[in-house]
């Protein structure tokens, strides 16, 4: 087990829609629980990482993760939730969706300053499995595979999938189809490892 010292700061993330059909959860669009409430306003609070250790984690990974979380600001009565999630979020970026972040022990050691453990077991890191569009008649699917641009047995990363479905509406608005909707819907492998995603296509309201 090897001990990281760094020091982070500020995070956010964005996941795409998906469904579970497995026993490992593939993480939906987040909606943490909040101890906040309408007057707590988030402010630069700096957060010094003593310690990020997890087993079987090589210093790539890690670092990325790092350089993930380094960005955005946190709300004092969220903190904790924040820096967990936060966490988390980041490796299941890199396809590691059985992501367990925890246990934390958050120390503040000044104003807008606080010290904090993290314990991660990133778990098997998936891949991208086969890709399969239904509902689609409007564009042919080697468009679609082309406007998703998702790499075949690359890590599975939820932000290129967001990215990858907002390319698709693109292509049919490009076309005359603006209200056009695609939904992914992701299951695992767990035997090989992959994430299959079918995306469904819903192009009813493009002829209304």
Known sequence: MR????????????????????????PRERVPT??????????????????????????????DAVERVQRHSYRPCDLGLEVTERVKESFQRLGYFCANVGPIALQQNGKDQYE???????????????????????????????????????????????????NVQKSYAKKGHPNVTAIPVASLDEKNKKIALEIKIQESVASQ
């Open 34 to 63: 909040s101890n906040c409430t309408s007057g707590d306003v988030k402010r630069n609070i700096k957060v010094n990482v003593a310690a990020l250790i997890g087993a079987g984690i090589d210093a790539d990974t890690m670092l």
């Open 116 to 166: 904090i453990r993290i314990h991660v077991h990133p778990g098997v890191q998936y891949r991208v499995g086969e890709c399969t569009f239904t509902g689609a008649t409007l564009l042919s699917a080697d468009e679609l595979k082309s406007a998703l641009h998702m790499k075949p047995d690359s890590p599975f990363n939820t932000e290129s999938v967001r990215r990858g479905i907002e």
């Open 3 to 26: 001990a990281w010292l760094i020091t982070i700061g500020l995070l956010v993330g964005v996941f795409a829609q998906a469904q579970d059909q497995s026993s490992c959860p593939i």
